[in-house]
């Protein structure tokens, strides 16, 4: 029983900065791990990111460590993502997910509408 709506995306050139928020809806957000995805036209949709529901612990794919950071703000019902030196790869659709279960799967219960991030090169 959650909903998910995603926003800050836009058109960013290569080496700038975006911060994505994901707005959750329900009283069992702070149950939920917490993942931000992407994906482009043809190709694989992509775990870009993760949190615990307790937020201790994250998760990273190596192609973002040390540029994005994940984190998350129970009190608003928030999960951010934070995007710095961006590069032309990571043109994406970025979507918010929560997942009842694991941290680390493609397979999460609740899916947002998704935004689009663009960076120019």
């Known amino acids: 029983q959650v909903q998910l709506v995603e926003s800050g995306g836009g058109l960013v050139q290569a080496g700038g900065s975006l911060r994505l928020s994901c707005a959750a809806s329900g009283r069992t957000f702070t149950s939920y791990a917490m993942g931000w995805f992407r994906q482009a036209p043809g190709k694989e949709r992509e775990l870009v990111s993760a949190?615990?529901?307790?937020?201790?612990?994250?998760y990273y794919a190596d192609s973002v460590k040390g540029r994005f950071a994940i984190s998350r703000d129970n009190t608003k019902n928030t999960v951010y993502l934070q995007m710095n030196s961006l590069k032309p790869e990571d043109t994406a659709v970025y979507y918010c997910a929560a997942n009842a279960g694991r941290l680390v799967t493609n397979e999460y219960d609740y899916w947002g509408q998704g935004t689009q991030v663009t960076v120019s090169s």
């Open positions: 949190i615990h529901w307790g937020g201790a612990l994250t």
